[in-house]
């Protein structure tokens, strides 16, 4: 049992998936509206990110079945190893997908519901079958790896439009709160991702993974990309205080997070090794819990 339980938790990615659920819980506490600490919707949201997370990796998975198995880093996964059956995968990411979808629904609002299986397509369906295609996989897997921001942001508020606004105790509040924090979850994306792909490129280039924006591998177009957008994380980090749902301290927190991620950026640009990579690709780990953190302790 405890190695089947371990299996299920590879196939889900579960500290990935518990990662990208984690913001979307904080960011579902950060909107104005929610003025009380709910454990129970915290939980069903929680159990259902999860579900949903989980089966988008399960498919994933199942669909790269053969190309893990080429690879180091995840040749042991239940599917690739031969201990899992693609079917069983599938048969679990439909019906986690379905859980999760519907907890969305019923416990919380249709709108949230919708976005939340628009994230897995877009993960599932989009994504991983075009990193053997194009780099543009990077960027179109930055949105399902974002939407979990807005996803929390919308079943607070039940409300997608980013020009709409509403009312909560008297003072109004702008609904492009929830697009900022996807914003700074979005550009995050870039260096994490590039800073994996350096470090993983014989593995990835060996099975055709085309992840790095240069066609030559590891190279200072690369660490400038990740510059590039380690610098824009800089202005979009001031959007929380702007829109007025987080306070001013936690605005240079922010700041200086952005900072340290475009030190280590340019680190990787002037040293353009695998130890300044992982540097990125661990800071870009630590980053984002100490800013959504410091964004909900200072909401307003």
Not at 121 to 150: D, H, Q, R
Not at 263 to 283: D, E, I, K, T
Request: with cysteine; aromatic share 14%.
């Amino acid at each position: 049992m405890k190695a089947i339980l371990k299996d299920y938790a590879q196939l889900m990615k579960f500290t990935l998936s518990f990662t990208v659920v984690f913001t979307c819980v904080i960011c579902y506490q950060i909107a104005p509206n929610i003025v009380v600490f709910n454990w129970w919707n915290i939980l069903i949201l929680t159990f259902a990110g999860l579900c949903i997370t989980g089966s988008a990796n399960a498919i994933n998975q199942a669909v790269e079945k053969d190309t893990d198995a080429q690879m180091k880093r995840t040749a042991n996964r239940p599917v690739a190893s031969g201990r899992m059956s693609q079917k069983t995968a599938y048969a679990f990411a439909i019906i986690a997908g379905i859980i999760g979808v519907g907890l969305m629904a019923y416990q919380f609002n249709t709108l949230s519901a919708v976005l939340s299986a628009l994230s897995l397509f877009l993960y599932a369906f989009i994504y991983t079958p075009l990193k053997k295609i194009n780099s543009i996989a990077v960027l179109v897997g930055a949105f399902p790896g974002a939407i979990p921001c807005l996803i929390g942001w919308v079943a607070a508020t039940n409300e997608i439009s980013p020009i709409a606004s509403f009312i909560v105790d008297g003072k109004s509040y702008s609904n492009a709160g929830g697009y900022a924090l996807f914003l700074i979850q979005f550009l995050w994306q870039f260096p994490h991702f590039w800073a994996i792909a350096w470090v993983s490129h014989t593995d990835y280039s060996k099975v055709g993974f085309k992840l790095l924006p240069a066609d030559k591998g590891p190279t200072k177009f690369t660490a400038l990309q990740a510059v590039m957008y380690a610098v824009l994380m800089v202005p979009i980090g001031f959007l929380p205080n702007y829109f007025k749902i987080t306070g001013e301290w936690s605005m240079w927190v922010v700041l200086v997070a952005n900072i340290f991620m475009v030190v280590q950026c340019v680190r990787l640009y002037q040293n353009m090794g695998v130890p300044a990579a992982r540097r990125v690709m661990f800071s870009s780990y630590i980053y984002l819990p100490i800013v959504y953190l410091a964004l909900m302790a200072n909401k307003i």
